[in-house]
């Protein structure tokens, strides 16, 4: 089946400029996150959402990143006037609810968006 | 602080010889790990996961150990092979599901 898509793939973005990165979940998936990978990094968490209300938003480095997911499936990370450190690749997961309806574990990610700021 | 992160930067393996990566950890409350692949322009790939009441877990050609009392994880890929070559992350759960993960360690495959 489809996996966890992410558009744009690249976007390359003048320092000041807000940007949007869309994330589309595997279909059903409750829980959305995103993260952001520096070069030669490990992903850092972002955000978390279960269905549409966003439960964790403590990673989000300062308050020109928000997130939304207003029907609780497709969520978009909006980045106000961009600046240089925020080049990185920001990736989505996603995971359903187990058998037992908690939060599975396994989280499945996308490709992620690599954001160049100039 | 609290930190997931991993010994050896880079690993180079002979394709056919087995492979070793090691991970540790810092927080004894974690219960569950993963160790996810991510090749070059793409996302994090689920390989496998352990929670903290086993030590042991066995995959396709992969098994994760994992031993609490030093609290390191390992990750053993049996037979490797080129389409191994990748960098590797342990990953450590945290609360609200977030995931910790360590900096990664490259695997380079040698034909």
Request: charged share 20%; proline share 5%.
């Amino acid at each position: 089946g489809a996996g966890v898509s992410q558009s744009p793939r690249y976007k390359v973005a003048k320092r000041g400029q807000d940007v949007a990165l869309r994330c589309d979940p595997i279909s059903g998936h409750v829980s959305l996150f995103w993260y952001q990978q520096a070069l030669g990094q490990g992903p850092e968490f972002l955000t978390y959402f279960q269905n549409e209300a966003q439960l964790d938003k403590s990673g989000l480095p300062s308050d020109r990143f928000f997130a939304e997911r207003p029907e609780g499936s497709v969520s978009t990370l909006k980045i106000q006037r961009t600046q240089q450190e925020d080049s990185a690749v920001y990736l989505c997961a996603s995971s359903p609810h187990s058998r037992t309806g908690k939060v599975a574990d396994t989280q499945y990610f996308g490709p992620g968006t690599r954001l160049t700021v100039l | 602080g609290e930190s997931v992160g991993l010994h050896l930067p880079t690993l180079s393996v002979q394709e056919g010889d087995n492979s070793i990566i090691n991970c540790a950890y810092s927080n004894s409350a974690s219960d569950y790990f993963i160790w996810y692949k991510q090749e070059s322009g793409k996302g994090p790939q689920f390989i496998i996961d352990i929670r903290s009441n086993m030590d042991k877990r066995q995959g396709q050609r992969v098994t994760v150990l994992l031993n609490k009392t030093v609290k390191h994880l390992s990750l053993q890929i049996a037979a490797t092979q080129p389409g191994d070559s990748a960098v590797y992350f342990c990953a450590e759960r945290r609360g609200n599901n977030r995931l910790a993960f360590g900096k990664g360690n490259q695997v380079v495959v040698i034909p």
